[in-house]
């Protein structure tokens, strides 16, 4: 069973413009929301992250959105810009040491391309 | 301060040859990870360790091993390759569960 789910699986955006990214999750028991930022050739780097005890975070052009009665989370990228081309990963997972939920689950990844 | 270092970072190996891939890290961070990334897949959790000495599995362990037996290293071994276990290896490593995780460059890993 997925603990993620992730979409879409790619995204053209013009220059400019906004990006949006959405994933849903499984298990309340999470409670740390990240989001990584992956550019070929290069591993995964993380970019922001929310808790559950706010409802959005914004850094710089990136903003998370969290609603935890549908248990979703969206990364919104504001004034896209060709550097943003990535591939983004939304992730949940749990501080809580003694239960195997306190790994990572990855979503399956969007693939950002942002025209010029 | 180099943070998480994969080695090697390119191998091609023929089927049914074994090989070590090693992850150190300089962070004292107690958890490791080993993840495999393929086109459309995203990132899939082949074993964990939550400390030294200590390895579970994850999603999709089956063909792999691995060691703890240093805090700051991370071995993950294939005894007999095969061609399905052609893939991008990412070693990470977390300070505790529920935070930031951080990536090595990753080893591109060809079976033929």
């Known amino acids: 069973q997925q603990q993620v789910k992730q979409s879409p699986q790619s995204l053209i955006v013009q220059k400019g413009g906004i990006s949006i990214i959405n994933c849903a999750y499984e298990?309340?028991?999470?409670?740390?929301f990240p989001w990584y930022q992956q550019f070929p050739g290069k591993g995964p780097a993380l970019l922001i992250a929310?808790?559950?005890?706010?409802s959005e975070k914004k850094e710089g052009r990136f903003t998370i959105s969290f609603n935890k009665s549908a248990k979703q989370f969206s990364l919104h990228i504001m004034d896209s810009q060709p550097g943003d081309s990535a591939t983004y990963f939304c992730?949940?997972?749990?501080?809580?040491?003694?239960?195997?939920?306190?790994?990572?689950?990855f979503g399956r990844g969007t693939q950002l391309t942002v025209w010029p | 301060n180099a943070g998480v270092t994969q080695t090697p970072k390119f191998r091609v190996l023929k089927t049914g040859q074994s090989m070590t891939l090693l992850c150190a890290q300089d962070?004292?961070?107690?958890?490791m990870y080993w993840y495999r990334q393929d086109p459309g897949m995203g990132l899939r959790l082949i074993h964990y360790?939550?400390?030294?000495?200590?390895?579970a599995k994850g999603e999709v362990p089956d063909g792999y091993n691995v060691s703890r037996l240093k805090k700051q290293n991370f071995l993950l071994g294939l005894e007999s390759a095969a061609p399905s276990q052609t893939s991008v290896y990412f070693c990470?490593?977390?300070?505790?569960?529920?935070?930031?995780?951080?990536f090595g460059q990753g080893t591109r890993l060809t079976v033929v």
């Open positions: 990470a490593t977390s300070l505790l569960s529920g935070t930031e995780a951080f």
């Open positions: 298990n309340t028991a999470f409670d740390y």
């Open positions: 929310i808790r559950p005890d706010v």
């Open positions: 992730a949940a997972t749990s501080d809580d040491r003694g239960s195997t939920l306190g790994r990572l689950y």
């Open positions: 962070m004292n961070h107690e958890y």
């Open positions: 360790s939550v400390g030294e000495g200590t390895t």
